[in-house]
């Protein structure tokens, strides 16, 4: 979306236009199985793979106070590709335009940043625990585990996370990968999925509406008859 906006005041300008959304007419691609796993959980099941349905949801309910579901980003500044930042980030927040240089001043923070966010919303979560985490990007599964492992020491769960893989793998390199990886502590399901946009070899696992069916099958299996 950044990308078209190479001046700071156009795309304020832009956005301060009522009725601006880049996604009213379709869903943004890494929201979207996100979206279709929330109205599958949601009983919505014949919905998964509507688009009117998915982009319903994306505008009015995804990531929304109040609401039923949170959005929380491992590296909380957009990218405009996988290599850069971008101009306008780079420039107002002082940041590196290269990745793997915004990584090394941001990660370490942020990761503990977001284990102390999760392990506080399950201490106070009694009356509405924390059901379901869905983390995807096949390159930040380190990332996700090691997050996951420390909340697991804050709320003082003894061991390491223990986790299954998904069923139909993918063959890469002659050798099967699972599309996605979960796991389940306090009663919460972790999900480590693809990217949304997988390409090339891992394309068939990429975390789409087939993979979005098979979380809300495992979500359904632990907890029939509980609405998100």
Known sequence: MLGQFHDLKQLCEKLE????????????CTWRPLCSVMLGIGGKLDKMDDVQAIIDYQINKLG???????LA?????????????????????????????????????????????LAKRFALGQDSP?????????GSW?????????VRQMLKEDGLMKYNDGPDPGMVHD?????FRWAKMKGCLFMLT??????????SMRFGTPVA???????????KGVTP
Not at 142 to 150: G, K, L, V
């Open 73 to 117: 980003e491992l590296l909380p500044v957009p990218k405009m590709s996988s290599a850069c930042v971008g101009p306008i980030p780079s420039r107002v927040l002082g940041i590196p335009d290269d990745i793997d240089k915004y990584r090394q001043i941001v990660l370490r923070d942020r990761k503990r940043l977001l284990a102390y966010m």
């Open 64 to 70: 929304r106070i109040p609401g039923d579901s949170l």
């Open 130 to 138: 924390p059901r379901l985490i869905v983390g995807y990007g096949k």
């Open 213 to 223: 069916k098979e979380i809300v099958n495992i979500y359904n299996e632990h907890f």
């Open 194 to 203: 693809y990217h949304p946009t997988a390409r090339h070899e891992f394309e």
């Open 175 to 179: 050798r099967p990968l699972p599309p």
């Open 142 to 150: 380190s990332d996700f585990e090691a997050i996951f492992q420390e």
């Open 17 to 28: 236009k009522p009725l601006y959304n880049p996604q009213n007419d379709k869903p943004q």
